[in-house]
Nanobody, 127 residues
Framework: VQLQASGGGLVQPGGSLRLSCAAS????????MAWYRQAPGKERELVAS???????NYSDPVKGRFTISRDDAQNTMFLQMNSLKPEDTAVYYC??????????????????????WGNGTLVTVSS
């Protein structure tokens, strides 16, 4: 399974960006999807997550400003980021729990639940 994150860039404080993360490969199901971020000199932290049923969770610093969503038909996750602040500057990573198909034949399908990280996309908030 491959995850491709995109949508990062340079934005002024108060601006908006929309990140996307597209999953591809031998995917049977995608369970929880999440965005993490890592600022320079800091540990990676959870930003937001969304379950297969659509239940979402946000870290306190982004509540009310960021919205996570997913399109299961396209195996894609989004993060709408509004009212951006300089402290939101970080590399943003997508993370998913998937059932990945190992093999399939006429009588059976074998799969394994795995956890994947995508590449990062840099978000810089600066005037």
């Amino acid at each position: 399974v491959q995850l491709q994150a995109s949508g990062g860039g340079l934005v002024q404080p108060g601006g908006s960006l929309r990140l996307s993360c597209a999953a591809s490969g031998r995917i049977l199901n995608i369970f929880t999807m999440a965005w993490y971020r890592q600022a320079p000199g800091k540990e990676r932290e959870l930003v937001a997550s969304i379950t297969r049923s659509g239940a979402s969770n946000y870290s306190d610093p982004v509540k009310g400003r960021f919205t996570i969503s997913r399109d299961d038909a396209q195996n894609t996750m989004f993060l709408q980021m509004n009212s951006l602040k300089p402290e939101d500057t970080a590399v943003y990573y997508c993370n998913v729990d998937v059932s990945e198909i190992d093999s399939v034949d006429d009588v059976s399908l074998r799969y394994t639940n795995r956890h994947y990280w995508g590449n990062g996309t840099l978000v810089t908030v600066s005037s």
